[in-house]
Each structure stands twice: as C-alpha cells, then as structure tokens.
C-alpha cells in the first residue's frame, strides 16, 4: 500500500523558515503529482502547491497565491519525496499540513474536489507565533 509520511513541522515565530518533508513508500509514484495542503482549525483543507507532470515531458510547480514568493515546493524523484521550504511563515500559515499524492494533473479540480487527491499522508502541525 502507498504511504505518506510528512516531517519537519514546529513551532516558529513569524518570519522563520522551516522545511517539510514528504516521502512516499510502498509504490514509485513518478507518474502522481506530489503536492501539499493545509488545514488550520475550523477551515476547510486547501491547496498550497504541488508539482505535476505535465505534457509527458517535465515536473511542473504551481503555487497558491497565498504562498507565492514565500513557499516552494521541490521534488526529488530518486528519494520518491517532496519537500515545501516556507520562508517568511506568517501567524496566519499555522495549520497541520498534509502531503498528498494525486494523478489528475488539473490543479483547478484538485482545489475544488478533494476527492482528486489519491493518496494523504497524516499531517504534520506548522506553528507559527507572533
């Protein structure tokens, strides 16, 4: 079975960086996009970036505009893994963030069905103080 596992949650205070990790195990997933959301208390889940492939050629990034500039996502296809570096964290970035594996490449139905996403790790929790 396919599992996701996320690491590098804390707690920082506003304008830190911390470094998420997400490694896949029990299937390669070269053909899933890689990706994560997040969830604060009492919001729905949302999308924060993910990177697909695309044109049968290349990875692409896409990036909520929440994020942009400040987050980046990257993968590392031999390690099967994913990783989100978030630069400047605001307070407003505190929620538990999931990895997410999905093989639908269209980001505008992965925002809006949740059901898109095939496969999500458990979460790990991002703190960010003021």
């Known amino acids: 079975q396919v599992q996701l596992v996320e690491s590098g949650g804390g707690v920082v205070q506003a304008g830190g960086s911390l470094r998420l990790s997400c490694a896949a195990s029990?299937?390669?997933?070269?053909?899933?996009?890689m990706g994560w959301f997040r969830q604060a208390a009492g919001k729905e889940r949302e999308f924060v970036a993910t990177?697909?492939?695309?044109?049968?050629?290349?990875?692409?990034?896409s990036h909520a505009d929440s994020v942009k500039g400040r987050f980046t996502i990257a993968r590392d296809n031999a390690k099967n893994a994913v990783y989100l570096q978030m630069n400047s964290l605001k307070p407003e970035d505190t929620a538990v963030y999931y990895c997410?594996?999905?093989?639908?490449?269209?980001?505008?139905?992965?925002?809006?069905?949740?059901?898109?996403?095939?496969?999500w790790g458990q979460g790990t929790q991002v703190t960010v103080s003021s």
């Open positions: 997410a594996a999905h093989l639908n490449p269209d980001i505008a139905a992965l925002r809006d069905r949740r059901s898109e996403v095939d496969y």
């Open positions: 029990g299937r390669t997933l070269s053909r899933y996009g």
């Open positions: 990177t697909i492939w695309k044109s049968g050629v290349t990875y692409s990034a």
